[in-house]
């Protein structure tokens, strides 16, 4: 496999820049395969831009270090840790990595899609999401990748059942009407100042509402409450910081919010199901794989 400079012409029809089942751009670091999946982790240098592209089978794509922005048709998605997205089979997109970057790509065979299709027909549209159970989820799938056994198969197939399930049921809340400018501003403030002792109070004078309505209106469109969408940004960040830094767990506790390092431990493993030293093995793994 060659940089994402370029990709050996054998493995993509140039007439569509559509890479064949198995095939990224970028450093492979790993890669395994079973009867239903393709899995790989690739690595990405400062600065690249991939030309426009699409891959001739579905996946999903789990952000592990670093930030990207993503364009795919007339929309576009800004991608950083505990980021999962879904690319539909012969999705175009093209990508603009900010810094250096790793990515856990779990490929589908096209009989397993075509299985899921009828009762799942959202399975056609590309879908994101950021932290949260999906990003649990991947990151069981990315633990099960690392110490593959005779097992694997069996528990890679229910992880990613479970997470294409969630996925487009968190696809379809997004979808159910856009959320009200208001809601937008809040939403924002929370991004901005997510290790911040906010107030739900605070929230909604901010967003000039009522804290009831704020509180409906807010787990209606994110599928969360204002705590739960707070504790999985900080734990986001959280993994950014673990993933590419040494500095020690209780200075990352409290940059992300936390008072406590015993209570950041407790909310990282609830959220990402391991604890954050087991989550800085498993990536410093990889960094030396």
Same mark, same amino acid.
């Given at each position: 496999?060659?940089?994402?400079? #370029?990709?050996?012409?054998?493995?993509? @029809?140039?007439?569509? $820049?559509?890479?064949?089942?198995? +095939?990224?751009?970028?450093? !492979?670091?790993?890669?395994?395969?079973?009867?239903?999946?393709?899995?790989?982790?690739?690595?990405?240098?400062?600065?690249? @831009?991939?030309?426009?592209?699409?891959?001739?089978?579905? +996946?999903? &794509?789990?952000?592990?270090?670093?930030?990207?922005? *993503?364009?795919? #048709?007339?929309?576009?998605?800004? &991608?950083?840790?505990?980021?999962?997205?879904f690319?539909?089979? #012969?999705e =175009?997109?093209?990508?603009?990595?900010?810094?250096?970057?790793?990515?856990? $790509?779990? %490929?589908?065979?096209?009989?397993?899609? /075509?299985?899921?299709?009828?009762?799942?027909?959202?399975?056609?549209?590309?879908?994101?999401?950021?932290?949260?159970?999906?990003?649990?989820?991947a990151?069981?799938l990315?633990?099960?990748?690392?110490?593959?056994? *005779?097992?694997?198969?069996?528990?890679?197939?229910?992880?990613?059942?479970?997470?294409? !399930?969630?996925?487009?049921?968190?696809?379809?809340?997004? %979808? @159910?009407? #856009?959320?009200?400018?208001?809601l937008?501003?809040?939403?924002?403030?929370l991004?901005?100042?997510?290790?911040?002792?906010?107030?739900?109070?605070?929230?909604?004078?901010?967003? %000039?509402?009522?804290?009831?309505?704020?509180?409906?209106?807010?787990?209606?469109? %994110?599928?969360?409450?204002?705590? *739960?969408?707070?504790?999985?940004?900080?734990?986001?960040?959280?993994?950014?910081r673990?993933?590419?830094?040494?500095?020690?767990?209780?200075?990352?506790?409290?940059?992300?919010?936390f008072?406590?390092?015993?209570?950041?431990?407790?909310?990282?493993?609830?959220?990402?199901? =391991?604890?954050? /030293?087991?989550?800085?093995?498993?990536?410093?793994?990889? @960094?030396?794989?």
């Open positions: 496999m060659t940089d994402s400079s #370029g990709i050996d012409s054998r493995c993509m @029809k140039r007439e569509l $820049n559509r890479l064949n089942a198995g +095939y990224f751009y970028g450093t !492979v670091l790993r890669t395994c395969a079973t009867t239903e999946f393709t899995l790989t982790e690739t690595a990405y240098s400062s600065g690249v @831009k991939l030309p426009e592209h699409a891959h001739e089978r579905a +996946y999903f &794509c789990f952000v592990l270090q670093g930030s990207f922005a *993503e364009s795919y #048709g007339s929309q576009s998605r800004e &991608c950083h840790a505990t980021t999962l997205i690319h539909p089979c #012969g =175009m997109h093209s990508d603009h990595f900010h810094t250096a970057a790793r990515c856990f $790509n779990l %490929q589908m065979d096209s009989k397993l899609t /075509d299985r899921l299709q009828p009762q799942i027909p959202m399975m056609n549209c590309s879908a994101h999401s950021h932290g949260g159970l999906l990003a649990q989820l990151t069981r990315y633990s099960e990748f690392r110490g593959m056994d *005779e097992l694997s198969p069996l528990v890679l197939e229910a992880l990613t059942l479970e997470m294409i !399930v969630e996925a487009f049921r968190h696809s379809s809340r997004q %979808q @159910k009407g #856009g959320p009200p400018r208001w937008v501003r809040a939403r924002e403030l991004d901005d100042e997510f290790p911040e002792p906010h107030t739900l109070s605070g929230i909604a004078a901010y967003a %000039q509402v009522h804290p009831a309505h704020l509180a409906r209106a807010f787990r209606r469109h %994110q599928g969360c409450t204002v705590g *739960e969408y707070v504790r999985r940004r900080r734990i986001e960040f959280a993994c950014d673990i993933s590419r830094s040494a500095a020690p767990l209780s200075q990352i506790a409290l940059e992300a919010g008072s406590h390092q015993s209570h950041f431990s407790v909310t990282f493993k609830r959220v990402m199901g =391991m604890t954050p /030293d087991e989550y800085r093995r498993m990536t410093a793994r990889a @960094k030396h794989a």
